[in-house]
């Protein structure tokens, strides 16, 4: 019998979080904006880190972005100090070209516009929500239920 390297299981590893990512539509719609979720060692290996209340806000950035065609790959979309975090690079087109400064801006102030709506959300379902602290100096942005949820 043959055994498995250390690397061939995290390689195996690897491979079934990348497929479990690509089946949720979430991904999936917006493949040309998440391929870095292909690339091991990226920051988007592991998909976008944040709760489920802020997906909604990041999947409608991406219905935006799709139809402004400015050639945008996301480098990372995560939570830090309370607040959402998004990383992204350009890339060309659909029609090979490189985006407009036009494009540029516009990207900007959709990333900048869905940033303050985050700020206003509760990351964990979605509801109105505001920057609260924990007793050990964690930030994080949640509604009243879910603060109370977590001992805030």
Same mark, same amino acid.
């Given at each position: ?16 979080r ?14 040309? $904006? ?8 990226? /920051?988007?290996?592991?998909? /976008? ?8 806000l990041?999947? &409608? $950035? /991406?219905?935006?972005?799709?139809? $402004? ?5 996301? &480098? ?14 350009? &890339?060309?087109? @659909? ?12 990207? +900007?102030? $959709? ?10 959300? /509760? ?18 942005? @949640? ?5 109370? +949820?977590?001992?805030?």
């Amino acid at each position: 019998m043959t055994e498995i390297s250390t690397s061939e299981k995290l390689q195996a590893k690897r491979d079934e979080r990348t497929r479990k990512l690509w089946e949720d539509p979430f991904y999936a719609d917006f493949p040309h $904006l998440y391929r870095e979720i292909n690339i091991p060692n990226s /920051c988007m290996a592991y998909g /976008c880190t944040i709760g489920d209340g802020w997906k909604p806000l990041i999947y &409608d $950035l /991406c219905t935006q972005l799709v139809q $402004l065609d400015a050639g945008v790959v996301f &480098d990372q979309i995560k939570e830090k100090f309370g607040g959402l975090r998004v990383y992204y690079s350009f &890339d060309k087109t @659909s029609t090979g070209q490189k985006p407009t400064d036009s494009q540029v801006e516009q990207v +900007k102030t $959709l990333v900048e516009e869905t940033i303050g709506k985050a700020d206003a959300t /509760c990351e964990t379902c979605g509801a109105a929500g505001t920057l609260r602290e924990t007793k050990r100096g964690w930030l994080f942005n @949640s509604c009243d239920s879910c603060a109370e +949820k977590k001992g805030v």
